[in-house]
């Protein structure tokens, strides 16, 4: 367990920051309301019937991306670089408090499974004061970390649900690729929630992180 000495975060005292800008790629995501889970790992999409003599140009107009040959940062860029057509420059590969999604254009759709990185952390919130006084310390604690896959299809990866807050402990979540993530990675300070979101994007220094949420306890108020 990591605990900050002497930190403290506190609540808002200017008007609740809108969730935009906080983290990831700027922008903030709900997760889509209809789409549906993708299986992790899944069986790669056949790839189109091989011809004697493939030439370059069919090569490049194939509606999918390879990934299975490509090293770690290889894959850590390629999804960064994934952009979502519906959202404009919203990133195609994203976390909420519900999970990670992908929802891929498809020019850039990976041909198989693509894995990644999940950690999950407890967040123990002791509050002080009250109003716009009010002050809390935290410290983390490691939950869970695993490898999941994204794709083909587009959807919700299964197994990235986070463990919910309870008591006055939140939760962390943290999306990545390569080297697994520790509590010496983790943000010296945490945003409660502003607006109508009840969850955070918080921001890792470290450059394999793709995107982090923060969940705090219902009952925060009264810890």
């Known amino acids: 367990m990591r605990r900050l000495p002497g930190l403290i975060v506190p609540l808002l005292t200017v008007p609740l920051l809108a969730l935009a800008g906080c983290g990831g790629g700027g922008q903030t995501r709900t997760a889509p309301p209809s789409v549906p889970a993708s299986p992790s790992p899944l069986s790669p999409s056949p790839d189109p ?3 004697p003599s493939p030439s370059p140009s069919s090569t490049r107009n194939r509606l999918c991306v390879p990934t299975t040959d490509m090293t770690t940062a290889e894959r850590l860029a390629y999804l960064k670089d994934l952009s979502d057509s519906s959202h404009g420059a919203s990133p195609a590969f994203f976390m909420t408090d519900s999970g990670v999604y992908l929802l891929a254009k498809e ?7 693509v894995p990644f990185q999940l950690s999950w952390f407890r967040v123990e919130m002791t509050r002080a004061g009250s109003g ?3 002050r809390y310390s935290f410290t983390y604690a490691p939950i869970e970390s695993t490898t999941l896959s994204a794709g083909p299809r587009d959807g919700r990866v ?21 080297e697994e993530i520790t509590e010496d990675d983790l943000p010296d300070g945490l945003n409660m929630p502003g607006g109508s979101l009840d969850w955070s994007l918080v921001t890792l220094d470290a450059d394999r992180a793709l995107s982090a949420v923060f969940k705090p306890p219902a009952g925060a108020s009264s810890c």
């Open 49 to 51: 019937a091989p011809s």
């Open 107 to 113: 020019t850039q759709r990976p041909c198989e499974a």
């Open 132 to 134: 716009s006084s009010a």
């Open 158 to 178: 299964v197994g990235s649900v986070p463990p919910p807050p309870k008591g006055c402990s939140g939760t962390l979540s943290v999306l990545y690729v390569g």
